[in-house]
């Protein structure tokens, strides 16, 4: 192992949070010349005077000292490059509104100045603005030096032959480019896996051994080789390597085990009823909350589809599916109509593809930019859907599913969606649905309203790249 890797990075975390620091300082000016020098004075008339810059000036200082001690504690500056922009996502929003908060709570507390109320609330929206843009440019950056081998990780894969191929193609995809793949051990090599194989999960002692380049080891056991888990943390003992580990598909379903004590007998509960109480409150009102501003912003938009479709196509504007939603019941979900009115008369259900013929011309367009699933936010006004969740499939997919994928039926504990984690994952269209489903079931497990809130964003971006949309 290279005993100085730990010494040569941190530049790049020191550049985050120079970069968080220059993005907050320029959400308090930015917000102060909104407010008081902008066209926006127009429309909101400052009715109390110009107040002297120095104190905003001041307490964008204060703001500044309080954001990166919140980043911080959010080990948003950890040494290593494993965060995304879109684990970044959360951090920003979530370290955003505290601070403002503790900012208002100090300005509230110093009497020598009254502050704007407005432009704390500027504030806080470019904050969230300017440290998302600040953030996408550092990963963009960041990637630049890990694609020319600038600190990367180099690991040996340690598992099960079947689990090894999943993680080589993640790894392979993964555009953070953080790890560099040294070799392999399994019991048995696999000539069709492109890398060096390097002996037997028993051989591991005499690799860490004799691979100083080696940095880190990722295990990737399924259940019936779990065993060999405590084999290799053995091997690793006395050792400065990383460890990584890959959840199979019975420990991705077990991530919020609670424990539970009843007379001194400890009970592991390993599911419980999910989104119930303030949690299910929370979303519900979230979701009634952005379906009703999407519908009122957007509506010249959706008239405008609207029309289009009428012009160019026989038929309704609105395109009704049954779909299987919560508990396992169907709804009618709404779509605009993007395909002809006798689309499956003669193949029956089936999944679009690439280039469908079946398409209409503006069909194609709403398709690709998924404008077409804007009406299904009347879906989630009516409570049949909510913005975040799984997606729903129609109950002819849903029986053919639920016969061989592991907890398929565990989807519908929850409102479907009209976006979700598996489809900002690049996992739409004719994607495996096995794969999709432990993306859903991920979700299911770890909801958040901060979860809510990355997946929203990230689908803005998938919608620009436009992968497997048709």
């Known amino acids: 192992m290279d005993n100085n890797i730990y010494k040569r990075n941190l530049l790049v975390p020191f550049l985050k949070m120079v970069g968080d620091a220059l993005a907050v300082e320029a959400a308090v000016l930015f917000s102060y010349y909104l407010r008081f020098y902008s066209p926006l004075t127009r429309f909101i008339p400052v009715t109390k005077g110009y107040p002297p810059f120095e104190q905003y000036l001041y307490f964008s200082f204060f703001l500044v000292g309080v954001s990166i001690v919140l980043f911080i504690r959010a080990y948003s500056y950890r040494s290593r490059f494993f965060s995304s922009f879109s684990q970044d996502i959360p951090v920003v929003l979530r370290t955003s509104l505290m601070s403002i908060l503790v900012g208002m709570s100090a300005a509230f507390l110093y009497r020598g100045f009254s502050y704007s109320r407005l432009v704390f609330l500027l504030i806080f929206l470019n904050m969230n603005l300017f440290l998302l843009i600040e953030r996408f440019v550092f990963h963009r950056i960041k990637r630049f030096f890990l694609t020319k081998g600038y600190n990367t990780i180099k690991v040996v894969l340690v598992g099960s032959v079947k689990n090894l191929f999943r993680v080589f193609d993640a790894l392979h995809k993964d555009l953070n480019y953080n790890f560099q793949i040294a070799g392999y051990l399994a019991n048995k090599p696999q000539k069709s896996l492109p890398l060096e194989y390097l002996g037997s999960v028993k051989k591991l002692p005499e690799v860490i051994e004799s691979r100083e380049d080696v940095d880190g080891l990722i295990m990737a056991f399924d259940h019936q080789e779990h065993p060999l888990v405590l084999e290799t943390l053995k091997a690793t003992e006395g050792k400065n390597i990383e460890l990584f580990y890959i959840p199979d598909m019975v420990d991705i379903l077990t991530t919020r085990v609670q424990v539970l004590e009843v007379a001194g007998l400890p009970l592991l509960q390993v599911k419980a009823f999910l989104l119930s109480g303030w949690q299910g409150f929370l979303k519900r009102t979230f979701d009634i909350v952005i379906a009703s501003l999407g519908l009122i912003l957007l509506s010249p938009l959706m008239l405008l589809i609207a029309l289009l479709i009428k012009l160019t196509s026989p038929g309704p504007v609105l395109y009704k599916q049954p779909r299987v939603g919560y508990d396992g019941r169907e709804f009618d979900m709404l779509k605009f109509r993007s395909m002809r009115v006798d689309a499956e008369a003669e193949t029956g259900p089936v999944w679009a593809k690439k280039d469908d013929p079946r398409a209409t011309s503006i069909g194609k367009i709403l398709r690709r930019t998924s404008l077409d699933e804007l009406p299904q936010l009347i879906n989630v006004l009516k ?34 969606g009209m976006t979700g984690w598996a489809q900002v994952n690049g996992l739409r269209g004719q994607s ?38 048709y």
């Open 432 to 469: 495996p649905i096995e794969e999709r489903t432990k993306y859903d079931l991920y979700y299911i497990e770890n909801w958040s309203i901060w979860f809510d809130l990355k997946i929203i964003i990230m689908t803005f971006i998938e919608i620009i790249r436009g992968e497997n949309a």
């Open 383 to 416: 409570g049949e859907m909510s913005i975040v969740g799984p997606r729903p499939e129609r109950r002819h997919f849903v029986e053919q599913f639920q016969k061989y994928i592991p907890q398929y039926r565990e989807r519908h504990r929850v409102r479907c």
